[in-house]
């Protein structure tokens, strides 16, 4: 089993809330993640990428962050097209997501969707590791319809140069219902030949404990929801105890306030910020024992400035939540 000092926990990529101010902020107050996943970039009809996308790989907005730029494609063009785009930015590695579970992107080949298509995979990662010098690595699920398809895909990539896989052991349909299905996970440890990184369900320090003696050697571990809920779960997974409450408030602060002013300068109008921020605290709620009431207070509000009240009044006041 790895040594705790050898374990490296990253941020999971998540559409609408890891980009670079999320990322930024949480570095800068609360710390802890050594690596960042960016939210799937993708190619639109046109070829181009999203103007958001273009600035969230952009180097001088992810200066002092380790990033890993993540690309969400089905064959070997888009691929290349990426992997080069971002490798002259300076990236040195690109994560390829064969996990999303949505319908709309599964039912195109896309993401967990990709699943159902191990020679589509085969040809894709194949032609692309001809023409690319990027380190690739893939996020994926067990499949898309069964936990059986990744045992063809495993082999796959056991033959190529990839880099590391990441795992979230559901399949596309499950979305996010019931458990992870760990025994999955330690079957695909026994025939994979690569770095076998776990991604799922850690939420606090026991479930992060039983993980660790389950699944025996992994490295590294990928959080998404579980950081979006509580941002010091890295710090207190890290130090095996949670940090100071006092500490903790004012810590909160200080990255709510970053990314809400970064926000506002970014967004128009109240009530793109107001939904912007609201989003963030569907989650960032779960750091209060009074949850949902919170969550519903916010909801409610429609101006900015009372919005910046509230949570403010909220994150110095309100009861934290012990875990
Ligand atoms: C709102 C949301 C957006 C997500 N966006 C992405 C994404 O862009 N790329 C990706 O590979 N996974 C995405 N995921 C999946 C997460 O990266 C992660 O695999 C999943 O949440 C399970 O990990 P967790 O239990 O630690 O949250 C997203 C998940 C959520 C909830």
Same mark, same amino acid.
């Given at each position: 089993m790895e040594t705790e000092?050898?374990?490296?926990?990253?941020?999971? /990529?998540?559409?609408?809330?890891?980009?670079?101010?999320?990322?930024?902020?949480?570095?800068?107050?609360?710390?802890?993640?050594?690596?960042?996943?960016t939210p799937y970039l993708r190619l639109q009809n046109d070829g181009t990428l999203k103007n958001k996308d273009i600035k969230d790989v952009l180097p001088e907005n992810n200066k002092l962050i380790k990033v890993i730029p993540q690309i969400l494609t089905n064959n070997a063009a888009d691929t290349i097209y990426l992997c080069n785009y971002l490798n002259e930015l300076g990236y040195n590695e690109?994560?390829?997501?064969?996990?999303? /579970?949505?319908?709309?992107?599964?039912?195109?080949? *896309?993401?967990?969707? @990709?699943?159902?298509?191990? !020679?589509?995979?085969?040809?894709?990662?194949?032609?692309?590791?001809?023409?690319? #010098?990027?380190?690739?690595?893939?996020? *994926?699920? *067990?499949?898309?319809?069964?936990?059986? !398809?990744?045992?063809?895909?495993?082999?796959?990539?056991?033959? @190529?140069?990839?880099?590391?896989?990441?795992?979230h052991p559901r399949i596309g349909k499950? @979305?996010?219902?019931? !458990?992870?299905?760990? !025994?999955?996970?330690?079957?695909?440890?026994?025939?994979?030949?690569?770095?076998? #990184?776990?991604?799922?369900?850690?939420?606090?320090? #026991?479930?992060?404990i039983n993980l660790r003696s389950m699944l025996g050697n992994v490295s590294h571990f990928m959080i998404g929801r579980g950081i979006l809920k509580n941002p010091f779960l890295v710090h207190d997974l890290k130090n095996n105890i949670s940090e100071n409450e006092s500490i903790k408030r004012e810590k909160l602060? #200080?990255?709510h306030s970053d990314i809400f002013d970064n926000y506002s300068t970014q967004l128009s109008g109240d009530s793109h910020l107001v939904n912007k921020i609201s989003l963030i605290w569907e989650y960032l709620s779960y750091m209060f024992n009074n949850q949902n009431k919170i969550y519903k207070r916010i909801k409610k509000i429609k101006k900015a400035s009372e919005m910046s009240h509230i949570c403010n009044e909220i994150i110095a006041n309100e009861e934290l939540y012990a875990g």
């Open positions: 000092d050898n374990i490296i926990f990253s941020l999971a /990529p998540m559409q609408g809330y890891t980009d670079y101010v999320y990322r930024n902020a949480i570095n800068k107050y609360i710390g802890g993640i050594d690596k960042y996943y690109v994560n390829i997501n064969l996990g999303c /579970p949505y319908p709309m992107v599964a039912k195109r080949n *896309l993401g967990s969707g @990709l699943l159902e298509h191990p !020679e589509q995979v085969r040809k894709m990662l194949e032609e692309t590791f001809k023409k690319v #010098s990027v380190d690739i690595s893939v996020k *994926l699920r *067990l499949g898309y319809n069964t936990h059986k !398809e990744i045992l063809d895909i495993i082999p796959i990539l056991n033959e @190529l140069p990839v880099s590391e896989i990441i795992l499950d @979305l996010y219902k019931n !458990e992870a299905r760990y !025994e999955h996970f330690k079957a695909v440890q026994d025939i994979s030949a690569k770095k076998l #990184s776990y991604n799922g369900d850690i939420e606090n320090l #026991s479930r992060y602060q #200080s990255f």
